[in-house]
């Protein structure tokens, strides 16, 4: 069986985060192993609080998962700190870790802060060389780029921009209002647009982390970025038009909608 790691922070309401790349990962076919950088008090409505887990602890988690179960694939998520931000890159390099996705998770959906402004220029630097992909929304284009996006053309022009500075494919991620949930993939080798349908749901709280984990998944498995991107779109329309909706906030999605 393929095999993959998220390094991320914890969901204690399961919608998002570790928990959610963990149920994502499962369902799309591989065995899903974790490191957790932090534990969330959180919940549909919003993050109450943050405990980061010590730079030590986070590399002590990837040493011991990868020098036993070494994983086909790569996902990280919300990493708050530059000193944990160095470390997920040091193991990266010192493990030759493959198929890395970044989801440069700085906005939860309930609009909390997850990532202090010292960190992003850490992200910039450290990690976002070493992915294969990375997959920001519109508001997280904006902060890599600090341009405005307003526009179909602005994402294309946002997305070579990324892929340029940092040498990896960007997938562009067009919600937040801007589309019907179009997302615009580039890179060296691709230049694609995945078109999606707009589906009438309020609950998506850890649609982001979902779709990376589909993402990498498919990549542990072998397919190529493009055919990664396009089998992650299909598992999460599928999974926000189960209509699951639970909380009273933005709530999850159906991670496990093939087994209702």
């Known amino acids: 069986m393929k095999t993959a790691l998220t390094i991320a922070g914890s969901d204690s309401c399961g919608g998002a985060g570790i928990q959610a790349d963990i149920k994502t990962m499962t369902m799309n076919g591989v065995y899903a192993m974790s490191a957790v950088t932090a534990l969330t008090a959180q919940n549909t409505t919003g993050v109450s609080d943050i405990m980061e887990v010590t730079p030590e602890f986070l590399e002590e988690q990837i040493k011991s998962v990868v020098t036993d179960i070494f994983p086909d694939a790569v996902k990280t998520g919300m990493v708050s700190s530059t000193a944990l931000i160095k ?33 992003i220029d850490a992200l910039k630097t450290e990690l976002l060389p070493l992915a294969m992909v990375i997959t920001p929304n519109i508001p997280e284009a904006e902060v890599l780029t600090g341009q ?42 691709c230049s694609r647009w995945f078109k999606g349908r707009r589906i009438e749901n309020p609950n998506t709280h850890g649609t982001g982390c979902t779709l990376s984990s589909a993402i990498a998944s498919n990549l542990a498995k072998g397919f190529s970025l493009e055919e990664s991107v396009e089998k992650a779109k299909e598992y ?11 909380g009273s906030g933005s709530g999850p999605l159906m991670h496990n909608f093939i087994l209702k």
């Open 148 to 189: 405005k996006i307003s526009s179909e053309s602005d994402m294309e022009k946002a997305a070579r921009q990324i892929s340029s500075e940092f040498g990896c494919a960007v997938l562009i991620k067009g919600g937040h209002n801007l589309n019907d949930a179009n997302d615009f993939l580039f890179g060296k080798s």
């Open 87 to 119: 470390v997920i890159a040091k193991s990266i390099k010192t493990y030759s870790l493959k198929n890395v996705v970044v989801d440069p998770v700085m906005v939860a959906t309930s609009g909390a802060r997850l990532i202090g402004e010292g960190a």
């Open 236 to 246: 999460i329309s599928l999974a926000l038009g189960a209509m699951l909706d639970l």
